[in-house]
């Protein structure tokens, strides 16, 4: 009964797997282009915490896709990407602004600064510019990365007639790379929830569980000697079962090298054989088994 109680909640895990990576998908789309609205209005001390609170979330939805062991690190991921294209889409809008509305000017440049000293960090270059009859090119100063320009130096610079973006070379201004970036940097968010779901997947297990024992028999037996039947360590697995002690969380731990010739799916028949289940995440190079589990593993 248990077993196949157990199988129901398996198979109603995986007909909604999909809905929910879809739904997380579009959150996460939302999410970015959210905080690339919200980057106008607010600064650091309102976005981090949002930030904070999305990865939680995030580590809460992907846990439902059946991967809760590597939840936490898919959540970080998502979110660094995530930061990273609101970022360069918010660049990426200041420079087809500047295409857009900006206008060509020949510019000399009249002054140049450094940024203060700060550690390590790299001192960018700005400059104050000029047009040909004494009039300051309307906007911030311009930025460059290196210094690339000297005193009296004449450039041609895309200027903002509303002086609220910097002067740009038409280089500078391009914004296809930067639309490009904004575009792989949210495929990649996107691109991890689906390999999380692939992942947390009752087939993707199998396969993991089936190339595990392939894997390591043949090493383990060369260094060990052990010629031991299925059979054999089906017993083996059994009488460990019965006798090892529980850790302080209740979990029974064995080692899978020790049965070279079992897969995790039929040492959890084993287990549920004798009233126990066997633990299908967080095991860490073991296997786990407990009267009651966080997901069990499906049974061969």
Known sequence: MSADRNGEVRGIREQYRIPLAVG??????????GMFLLADHFGPVVQVPLWILHGVLLA??????????????????????????????????????LQHRGEKVTATVVKERLDPPQGRKARLPYYTLERQDGTRVP?????????LYDIGQVLTVIA?????????????????????????????????VGWMTWRGSDAARRRDEQKGPGRFRKAYKSV?????????QERKLREALRTYPADRRG?????????????????ARIAWE?????EAVGNRGSWRFKETVVDEVPLD
């Open 274 to 278: 004798t009233g126990l289940r066997a």
């Open 224 to 232: 060990t000697r052990d010629n031991s039947t299925q059979a054999e």
């Open 139 to 147: 906007g911030p100063e311009m930025e460059a990365t290196s210094d």
């Open 60 to 97: 809460i939805l992907i846990e439902k896709l059946g991967t809760a062991s590597s939840s936490l690190y898919a959540s970080l991921f998502i979110v660094f990407t995530s930061v990273m294209s609101a970022y360069v889409i918010g660049v990426a809008r200041d420079d087809l602004t």
């Open 160 to 192: 903002d007639p509303k002086g609220e973006l910097r002067p740009q070379t038409p280089g500078q201004a391009d914004a296809t790379g930067d639309v490009v970036s904004a575009g792989a940097f949210a495929l990649a968010a996107i691109g991890s």
């Open 251 to 267: 979990y029974i731990k064995v080692a899978p090298e020790e049965y070279p010739d079992l897969t995790h799916g039929r040492a």
């Open 24 to 33: 997380i998908g579009c959150y996460v789309l939302t999410v970015i282009v």
